[in-house]
T-cell receptor, first 113, second 115 residues
Framework: GAVVSQHPSWVICKSGTSVKIECRSLDFQATTMFWYRQFPKQSLMLMATSNEGSKATYEQGVEKDKFLINHASLTLSTLTVTSAHPEDSSFYIC?????????FGEGSWLTVV | AQSVTQPDIHITVSEGASLELRCNYSYGATPYLFWYVQSPGQGLQLLLKYFSGDTLVQGIKGFEAEFKRSQSSFNLRKPSVHWSDAAEYFCAVASGDNYGQNFVFGPGTRLSVLP
C-alpha cells in the first residue's frame, strides 16, 4: 500500500482563492519532503524542499509567497496555493525520503476556474 | 549538475514482446538511479533502484535494469510486456546522501501496448 498519502486527490477552486494540499508519510518519519509540479505530458519539476521545523527551500523561479509550504510535523507537509489563478492548474506530487528510497504520493489535481 | 535523458518519447510494443527503455545520465560521481512508472492521472510507483553493488537490478512487475557506468546508462527491460504495463516511465538520478533534494527526472517515455 501507499506509504505517502496526498489529500485531496482532486480539487477545484475559484480563481483568487487558496487551496491546501496535504502530504503525509504513513509509516515512517520524514524530516524532508519534496513538492513537485507536473504539467500534462511533461516530467516532474521540483518546486521546493520541505524541512520539518524550518523554512522550505524553493527552487529558482518558484514564488515562495504563492506556494506556501509548512512542515509542522515529521509526517505531514502542506502546500498552500494562495490566490490561485487558472495557470496554477496542474498536477502536484509530493515525495518523502525514507528507508533508502524516495516514495511519492498519489498526486493532487488542482483545477482553478 | 546531473541530468537525465530518455531518448524515446513514445514506444509501442505488442503484448508479449520484449521491452527496453533507454535512460542516460550525466553525473560526475556514482549516481543513485531510479525507475518510476506513472499511470494516467496517478502518482509515481517505484519500479527499482540502483545504489551500489550488482549492476543488474531486479524490480517489481518483472522489470529489471542494468547500470553501465561506461555508457552512463540505466536501461529498463522486461522480457514480456503485458497490456497493463502501458504507462509513462520516468528515469531519475540523484546524488549523495541528500538524494532527495538532488533528484532529477528524465522527460519520460510513454509506453503503448498493442493487443
Amino acid at each position: 500500500g501507499a506509504v505517502v498519502s496526498q489529500h485531496p486527490s482532486w480539487v477545484i477552486c475559484k480563481s483568487g482563492t487558496s487551496v491546501k494540499i496535504e502530504c503525509r508519510s504513513l509509516d515512517f518519519q520524514a524530516t524532508t519532503m519534496f513538492w513537485y509540479r507536473q504539467f500534462p505530458k511533461q516530467s516532474l519539476m521540483l518546486m521546493a524542499t520541505s524541512n520539518e521545523g524550518s523554512k522550505a527551500t524553493y527552487e529558482q523561479g518558484v514564488e515562495k509567497d504563492k506556494f506556501l509550504i509548512n512542515h509542522a510535523s515529521l509526517t505531514l507537509s502542506t502546500l498552500t496555493v494562495t490566490s490561485a489563478h487558472p495557470e496554477d492548474s496542474s498536477f502536484y506530487i509530493c515525495s518523502a525520503r525514507g528507508r533508502n528510497t524516495i516514495y511519492f504520493g498519489e498526486g493532487s489535481w488542482l483545477t482553478v476556474v | 549538475a546531473q541530468s537525465v535523458t530518455q531518448p524515446d518519447i513514445h514506444i509501442t510494443v505488442s503484448e508479449g514482446a520484449s521491452l527496453e527503455l533507454r535512460c542516460n545520465y550525466s553525473y560526475g560521481a556514482t549516481p543513485y538511479l531510479f525507475w518510476y512508472v506513472q499511470s494516467p492521472g496517478q502518482g509515481l510507483q517505484l519500479l527499482l533502484k540502483y545504489f551500489s553493488g550488482d549492476t543488474l537490478v531486479q524490480g517489481i512487475k518483472g522489470f529489471e535494469a542494468e547500470f553501465k557506468r561506461s555508457q552512463s546508462s540505466f536501461n529498463l527491460r522486461k522480457p514480456s510486456v503485458h497490456w497493463s504495463d502501458a504507462a509513462e516511465y520516468f528515469c531519475a538520478v540523484a546524488s549523495g546522501d541528500n538524494y532527495g533534494q538532488n533528484f532529477v527526472f528524465g522527460p519520460g517515455t510513454r509506453l503503448s501496448v498493442l493487443p
